[in-house]
């Protein structure tokens, strides 16, 4: 009878070391797929819509289809601003302060999906280059970590994007600033709490905080300095 109940004991024991073993296994696998695989699919995806948009410019007119407003320019009537195509991307960012070969699509709206692909115009805000509040979000961590060093954001920092008839050169108004999701305000036309008193051409960026967590928000607004044709070159904020 006790070497029965031994041999019971062993055999509890020893699957519960195979349960524990095989556990960490996936555990590892996981972390893996989250930290590795799904970086690679996002980094293939982001470069593959950015080699998407250059083929569409290289191969199409390159005159702006409306004539871009002075960044000083005050409001102006005008018709209703057009839709981005939901999901698909228009054009593509450079911050110089996380890299000289960081670059990443902008894709129209903040779905799960689209945001494996690149950074994400939240659908309901102005246009690149228009008056008010042009806003985009990108994930910290994991799909590539686009914004993994948001938090070296400062003042006077470059934020570059084009749409492959102009370049529109943004600057950086405060450092990170934390908020809840349920914030809504920091992508209204004027954001509140960004300090800015008025209509404006504006520049809203948001990720997650903390860094491996999605308890809050971290916001970078930035104002439009300047533009510039495509057809004269890049920027100075991208060769200086």
């Known amino acids: 009878m006790m070497l029965r109940g031994r041999t019971t004991v062993r055999w509890i024991v020893r699957t519960l070391s195979e349960i524990c073993v095989t556990g960490g296994a996936l555990i590892v696998l996981f972390v ?5 695989w799904t970086g690679v699919r996002a980094d293939s995806a982001m470069d593959g819509e950015i080699g998407k948009l250059q083929h569409q410019w290289s191969t199409g007119p390159l005159t702006a289809p409306d004539a871009k407003p002075a960044p000083g320019d005050g409001p ?3 018709a209703p601003p057009r839709r981005y195509e939901p999901g698909a991307s228009f054009a593509v960012m450079y911050i110089p302060r996380f890299g000289a070969d960081w670059a990443k699509p902008v894709l129209e709206g903040t779905a799960t999906d689209v945001l494996k692909r690149g950074l994400g115009h939240y659908d309901r805000t102005a246009r690149l280059g228009d008056l008010g509040n042009f ?3 990108g994930h910290r961590r994991t799909y590539g970590d686009p914004f993994k060093d948001f ?3 400062r003042p006077g920092d470059a934020v570059v994007l084009t749409d492959g008839t102009t370049w529109f050169t943004y600057r950086i108004d405060n450092r990170p600033y934390t908020t809840l999701p349920g914030d809504i305000g ?5 954001p509140r709490k960004s300090g ?3 209509p404006g051409r504006y520049l809203t960026l948001t990720t997650c ?3 491996w967590g999605h308890s809050h ?8 300095d300047s533009t510039q044709p495509v057809a004269q070159g890049r920027p100075s904020a991208l060769t200086g």
Not at 186 to 190: E, G, Q, R, S, Y
């Open 196 to 198: 800015f008193n008025g």
């Open 135 to 137: 806003s985009v979000a």
């Open 209 to 211: 905080e903390p860094e």
């Open 186 to 190: 920091v992508i209204d036309p004027v």
């Open 76 to 78: 102006t009537p005008s």
């Open 32 to 36: 893996i797929y989250v930290l590795f």
């Open 151 to 153: 938090p070296q954001l």
């Open 217 to 224: 928000r971290l916001i970078a607004w930035a104002h439009l």
